[in-house]
């Protein structure tokens, strides 16, 4: 299964967007499920309802929810990260936590604070 972030999401849902078309043609070529967290889907539907844009596609992808293990894990995360000294949004942790309990790989373009996450269990796409 691949998670898609929220900044591919982003960019998948500008039709206008030549990095979101071949985001999507490589996600569609791997054959895989796909889905997003309830995390990416609070954060894209924050930045279309503000920008007035249509939601309807967003909706249409399975989204998995942040749950009690997802919780233990991500602050396990967030902490670490810290204490390394290498600062992680709280919502990048949680998607983290949510990637790697769910087996899956997470497809974002925000390669600077995810790589770190390599250690923890954390699978990239592709």
């Known amino acids: 299964m691949i998670i898609i972030d929220s900044d591919v999401l982003i960019e998948i849902l500008d039709k206008k967007s030549e990095k979101g078309e071949e985001a ?12 997003t967290t309830v995390i ?11 920008y007035g844009k ?13 749950i009690k293990k997802d919780a233990v894990l991500s602050s396990k995360i967030e902490r670490e990260a810290e204490e390394k000294g290498n600062s992680i949004r709280r919502t990048d942790a ?33």
């Open 40 to 50: 990416n889907l609070h954060e894209v539907l924050y930045g279309l309802d503000k």
């Open 54 to 66: 249509p939601v309807k596609d967003l909706l249409l992808l399975p989204i998995l929810d942040f």
């Open 24 to 35: 999507l043609k490589h996600i569609l070529q791997s054959g895989e499920e796909i889905a």
């Open 94 to 126: 949680m998607i983290a936590a949510i990637t790697i309990s769910s087996g899956a790989r997470l497809y974002t373009f925000d390669l600077k604070h995810f790589n770190a996450l390599k250690p923890l269990g954390l699978k990239l796409f592709p």
